[in-house]
């Protein structure tokens, strides 16, 4: 079955901007590179690790937003941008283009967007995708066919591929129950506040004990208050917990309906001159490592020794809350 890996651009490039793992790179005009730099290699990593047939990266819509307009306060917490990330953002998009990679920029909307949509594209035509991010409301996107690849702090190293088999075992929630476990504790980074007393924990106690939370909304007090506690219970079966699910229910849900470029439009092999000549003009250099985008052949083990961003890419068994962004790096996400 063929494979579709999916980017979300934005959350990787904030992630390779933070990290800095190629130092403070500057193009050949002074302007900064590094994040650019980085989200190429994670490209050009998980195709080496993952084979896929096509690529599409998704970035969110600079200049509007459907969110903000329902819910003004949407990630209104973030502090301002530093230039150098504003500046990198800004031509994200443009670079993959010119390197030939499938770039998609919603109007309005987000990269979360284009990973539900590009998700349901290939279930569509019989494909098989792997959605890449560090944002995890796209665990909720898991089935069958759809993967997520989550770049977690401490880079290439932490990522965790995740199946629909996997996620009970780290969450104790099924991809189906997931965004109502989101919607229960809410997103700070979002600006969503969650149900009060409902963390992750509680959370989980709640839908493994109903299921879904229009089952513990209609089921005996009682029960609800053996699941999860008098505390938590009490404001869960307030009216304003309905308003408050709902509300993040509707910010969290990703459309699925996106247009998108066919799939024939997104397939590798790409042109290797071409690519190379894209990142050159902008200072970046990553030589061997696009193998795998362009068709080449796997590098000598040799070569991987002495190429550390040619390793192979080990992924780990679990998620660990202490690699999850602290509260000062939530701007980036």
Not at 79 to 89: G, I, M, N, R, Y
Not at 195 to 214: N, Y
Not at 239 to 247: D, K, W
Request: charged letters at 20%; proline letters at 8%.
């Amino acid at each position: 079955m063929p494979l579709l890996l999916v980017l979300d651009g934005n959350s990787l490039l904030h992630r390779a901007y933070h990290a800095a793992a190629f130092g403070e790179l500057l193009a050949p005009d002074g302007s900064p590179v590094w994040a650019l730099q980085g989200l190429v290699g994670y490209l050009a990593r998980a195709a080496a690790h993952l084979s896929p047939d096509a690529v599409i990266v998704g970035f969110d819509c600079p200049v509007s937003s459907a969110r903000r307009s329902d819910f003004p306060l949407y990630k209104a917490q973030r502090p301002d941008k530093s230039e150098s990330l504003v500046a990198q953002l800004a031509v994200a998009p443009l670079l993959l283009e010119e390197c030939g990679v499938c770039t998609v920029v919603p109007p309005a909307y987000e990269a979360d967007d284009v990973l539900a949509s590009a998700a349901g594209a290939a279930r569509a035509a019989g494909w098989q995708s792997v959605l890449m991010t560090s944002d995890r409301d796209a665990f909720s996107l898991i089935d069958a066919t759809t993967s997520v690849l989550r770049v977690r702090n401490g880079g290439y190293g932490e990522a965790v591929l995740i199946g629909a088999d996997d996620l009970p075992a780290l969450y104790g929630v099924t991809p189906a129950q997931y965004q109502d476990f989101a919607a229960l504790r809410g997103d700070p980074s979002d600006n969503l506040p969650g149900v009060r007393r409902f963390g992750a924990k509680t959370a989980r106690r709640l839908l493994e004990s109903f299921g879904t939370v229009e089952a513990a909304w209609q089921a005996d007090p009682a029960l609800v208050t053996a699941a999860v506690g008098a505390q938590a219970a009490t404001f869960f079966t307030d009216p304003s917990s309905r308003g408050i699910v709902e509300r993040n229910r509707r910010l969290m849900s990703q459309r699925a309906d996106l247009p998108l470029p066919a799939l024939a439009s997104a397939r590798l092999p790409l042109m290797y001159t071409v690519m190379r000549q894209a990142l050159r003009a902008r200072g970046i250099n990553l030589g061997p490592s696009l193998w795998s985008l362009v068709g080449g052949a796997a590098p000598s083990p040799a070569l991987i020794e002495q190429t550390p961003e040619l390793r192979p890419w080990v992924f780990r068994g679990g998620l660990s809350a202490r690699r999850d962004p602290t509260p000062g790096q939530l701007s980036l996400f």
